[in-house]
């Protein structure tokens, strides 16, 4: 909220990439529209081939409130549907919001007031996963834990600082202008590789514990075990395009999949003694599942061991199988197309 009126806040572009929707797209909008944000907002949702009701929800919610647009992604990719909600807006301050991402009611006042104070590109806050059956509260509370995610702050909180990248993002739009938008070749990682762009050119990305989303986890261990496979390979695009980029908490889950790999192998065929490098990962698994699902039903809690084996095996094979051939062309064929449209208008 504005706690001076003669102070005028900012416009604000919301942008949402949508595929497949239905059960969060309503909920997602509602809490930005429902904003304590006294300067003026759209919301432009861009619309990739769903094969459920997302289109009907997101007509719905176009007739009921003039400020929410939708713009067509026919390709169903992420960047692509973030480039095009970029162009189709026009405030000077851009947030991303996914179709299943609930900001808190102050968020975007809070983001606003963050990019004036520290002079950021790009602020966010924590990736608030919350859980609405027991396998999501299992997935919650290992995405929200260090044994599952190590110190990445938006995932487990921490004080506010400097970022290497932060969750989904408040922009200025000059950024995003001067970067061309998102790289629509990274299928995947395509915040961390916008932000690596973004510091490398010397901007500021900002974390603050002060901004928090909820965000809904995967609804099947083969669902997040896709979805972090996916991130893993990805992040692997990342490290080879762009040097410097790659630490070693992004290297624990490939080095424990080859380790338990050459365990389990070297422990069938050659000594039982290397089963100790699998039967010691479990147990670290099972261990720090306790303190993760403190508070959780009997259920969930013990899936936890499960989701945290899931993020971290598939997270690492994605990394270890990335092929050469994903985003082979993704320095040369970058095209500014937010820039572009900037200056033609």
């Not at 609930?102 to 963050?114: C, D, E, F």
Request: proline share 7%.
């Amino acid at each position: 909220m504005n706690a001076n009126p003669d102070v005028q806040l900012p416009a604000v572009s919301v942008i949402m990439p949508v595929l497949n929707e239905e059960r969060h797209l309503r909920g997602a909008v509602q809490a930005i529209l429902a904003q304590e944000y006294a300067g003026e907002m759209e919301v432009v949702i861009a619309l990739g081939p769903s094969t459920d009701r997302t289109d009907e929800i997101a007509a719905e919610l176009v007739r009921n409130d003039p400020r929410v647009h939708t713009v067509p992604n026919p390709t169903g990719r992420t960047p692509a549907a973030l480039n095009a909600a970029i162009k189709a807006s026009r405030h000077p301050i851009v947030v991303r919001v996914d179709g299943h991402g609930m900001l808190s009611p102050n968020y975007i006042a809070t983001a606003v007031r963050l990019l004036e104070e520290t002079g950021a590109q790009n602020v966010g806050g924590i990736m608030h996963a919350e859980g609405e059956n027991d396998w999501e509260h299992a997935v919650a509370a290992a995405m929200t834990s260090k044994i599952g995610v190590g110190n990445a702050a938006f995932h487990t909180g921490g004080e506010a600082q400097p970022a290497e990248t932060v969750y989904l993002g408040v922009f200025r739009r000059e950024a995003l202008e001067q970067q061309g938008g998102y790289n629509e070749e990274f299928i995947r990682a395509q915040d961390w590789e916008l932000n690596f762009r973004i510091r490398e050119a010397g901007g500021l990305i900002w974390f603050s514990p002060e901004l928090k989303v909820s965000y809904r986890p995967r609804p099947s261990t083969r669902a997040l075990a896709k979805q972090y496979k996916d991130y893993g390979r990805w992040r692997h695009v990342v490290a080879r395009y762009h040097e410097g980029s790659i630490n070693l908490r992004y290297l624990a889950p490939p080095t424990a999949v080859c380790a338990i790999a050459a365990g389990v192998v070297l422990g069938a065929l050659v000594t039982p003694w290397a089963l100790v490098v699998p039967g010691g990962y479990l147990a670290a698994i099972v261990l720090g599942s306790v303190p993760a699902g403190k508070g959780l039903p009997p259920k969930a809690r013990l899936q936890i061991p499960l989701a945290l084996a899931t993020m971290h095996m598939s997270w690492g094979w994605g990394f270890l199988t990335s092929p050469r051939s994903l985003a082979r062309k993704v320095i040369a064929s970058r095209r500014p197309a937010v820039r572009a449209d900037a200056e033609a208008r």
